[in-house]
Protein backbone atom coordinates (compact mmCIF):
# COMPACT_ATOMS: atom_id res chain seq x y z
CA UNK A 1 0.00 0.00 0.00
CA UNK A 2 2.73 2.16 1.30
CA UNK A 3 4.60 1.61 -2.16
CA UNK A 4 1.40 2.23 -4.16
CA UNK A 5 0.79 5.54 -2.31
CA UNK A 6 4.59 6.86 -3.67
CA UNK A 7 4.05 5.98 -7.24
CA UNK A 8 0.97 7.67 -7.08
CA UNK A 9 2.41 10.45 -5.41
CA UNK A 10 5.23 10.78 -8.12
CA UNK A 11 2.83 10.45 -11.14
CA UNK A 12 0.44 13.38 -10.02
CA UNK A 13 3.77 15.47 -9.08
CA UNK A 14 5.35 14.33 -12.73
CA UNK A 15 1.44 15.42 -14.11
CA UNK A 16 1.76 18.58 -12.22
CA UNK A 17 4.99 20.03 -13.24
CA UNK A 18 4.59 18.83 -16.83
CA UNK A 19 1.17 20.60 -17.15
CA UNK A 20 2.28 23.69 -14.61
CA UNK A 21 2.95 26.48 -17.27
CA UNK A 22 6.11 27.43 -18.16
CA UNK A 23 7.39 30.96 -16.96
CA UNK A 24 8.75 32.90 -20.41
CA UNK A 25 11.74 35.51 -19.93
CA UNK A 26 10.43 38.77 -21.81
CA UNK A 27 12.70 39.80 -25.02
CA UNK A 28 14.10 42.90 -24.40
CA UNK A 29 12.30 43.96 -27.56
CA UNK A 30 13.76 47.91 -28.03
CA UNK A 31 11.07 50.22 -28.60
CA UNK A 32 11.22 54.64 -28.70
CA UNK A 33 9.11 57.48 -27.93
CA UNK A 34 9.40 61.11 -28.35
CA UNK A 35 8.44 63.91 -25.70
CA UNK A 36 9.37 67.43 -23.77
CA UNK A 37 11.45 66.40 -20.45
CA UNK A 38 9.28 67.31 -17.55
CA UNK A 39 11.81 66.01 -14.90
CA UNK A 40 15.59 64.67 -15.59
CA UNK A 41 17.88 63.21 -12.55
CA UNK A 42 20.99 61.24 -12.73
CA UNK A 43 18.74 58.36 -12.36
CA UNK A 44 15.26 59.02 -14.24
CA UNK A 45 13.59 61.34 -16.71
CA UNK A 46 10.14 61.64 -17.06
CA UNK A 47 8.80 63.01 -20.39
CA UNK A 48 5.59 64.27 -22.01
CA UNK A 49 4.58 62.30 -24.90
CA UNK A 50 4.59 64.59 -28.21
CA UNK A 51 1.94 62.22 -29.37
CA UNK A 52 -0.92 60.71 -27.23
CA UNK A 53 -2.43 62.20 -24.06
CA UNK A 54 -0.77 65.45 -23.04
CA UNK A 55 -1.67 64.61 -19.30
CA UNK A 56 0.23 61.02 -19.48
CA UNK A 57 4.17 61.64 -18.35
CA UNK A 58 6.34 58.45 -18.85
CA UNK A 59 8.85 57.40 -16.72
CA UNK A 60 12.53 56.11 -17.63
CA UNK A 61 15.25 54.80 -15.62
CA UNK A 62 18.60 55.76 -16.61
CA UNK A 63 21.57 53.40 -16.19
CA UNK A 64 25.55 53.30 -16.81
CA UNK A 65 24.22 51.69 -20.07
CA UNK A 66 22.10 54.43 -21.09
CA UNK A 67 23.84 56.49 -24.10
CA UNK A 68 23.84 60.10 -25.32
CA UNK A 69 23.26 60.37 -29.15
CA UNK A 70 24.13 63.92 -29.94
CA UNK A 71 25.06 65.30 -26.40
CA UNK A 72 27.34 64.67 -23.61
CA UNK A 73 25.45 63.66 -20.70
CA UNK A 74 22.47 64.48 -18.35
CA UNK A 75 23.86 67.78 -17.74
CA UNK A 76 23.18 69.12 -21.08
CA UNK A 77 19.11 68.30 -20.87
CA UNK A 78 17.22 70.96 -19.81
CA UNK A 79 13.22 70.89 -19.25
CA UNK A 80 11.27 71.27 -22.41
CA UNK A 81 13.55 69.72 -24.52
CA UNK A 82 12.02 67.73 -26.86
CA UNK A 83 13.72 64.24 -26.67
CA UNK A 84 14.31 60.77 -28.42
CA UNK A 85 14.27 57.93 -25.89
CA UNK A 86 15.07 54.82 -27.26
CA UNK A 87 13.97 52.05 -24.39
CA UNK A 88 13.47 48.48 -23.35
CA UNK A 89 11.00 47.28 -20.64
CA UNK A 90 12.81 45.11 -17.62
CA UNK A 91 10.66 44.10 -14.73
CA UNK A 92 7.95 46.12 -15.80
CA UNK A 93 9.80 49.16 -15.76
CA UNK A 94 11.16 51.31 -19.06
CA UNK A 95 14.70 51.78 -19.20
CA UNK A 96 16.46 54.28 -21.72
CA UNK A 97 18.94 52.47 -23.77
CA UNK A 98 19.51 55.86 -25.98
CA UNK A 99 18.92 59.66 -26.24
CA UNK A 100 18.80 62.01 -28.14
CA UNK A 101 18.00 65.68 -28.01
CA UNK A 102 15.94 67.62 -30.88
CA UNK A 103 17.89 70.60 -31.73
CA UNK A 104 15.48 71.88 -34.66
CA UNK A 105 12.29 70.62 -36.05
CA UNK A 106 12.35 70.99 -39.45
CA UNK A 107 11.68 68.17 -42.05
CA UNK A 108 14.20 66.12 -44.09
CA UNK A 109 13.02 66.36 -47.43
CA UNK A 110 13.45 62.88 -48.68
CA UNK A 111 12.52 61.06 -45.81
CA UNK A 112 10.09 63.31 -43.75
CA UNK A 113 12.23 62.68 -40.37
CA UNK A 114 13.20 65.34 -38.33
CA UNK A 115 16.56 66.96 -38.62
CA UNK A 116 18.94 66.28 -35.62
CA UNK A 117 21.89 68.43 -35.06
CA UNK A 118 24.51 68.09 -32.74
CA UNK A 119 23.58 70.29 -29.26
CA UNK A 120 26.21 72.70 -29.40
Do not use: H
Request: aromatic share 10%.
Amino acid sequence: MEKWLRVMFVGLLTVAVLQAPVIAQEEEEEDFLSGFVQQVSATSLKIQEVQGDPNSVKSFKLTSETTFENFDGIADIAIGDEIFVDYIVENGQMVATNLYIIVEGEDDDETGAYVVDEVQ
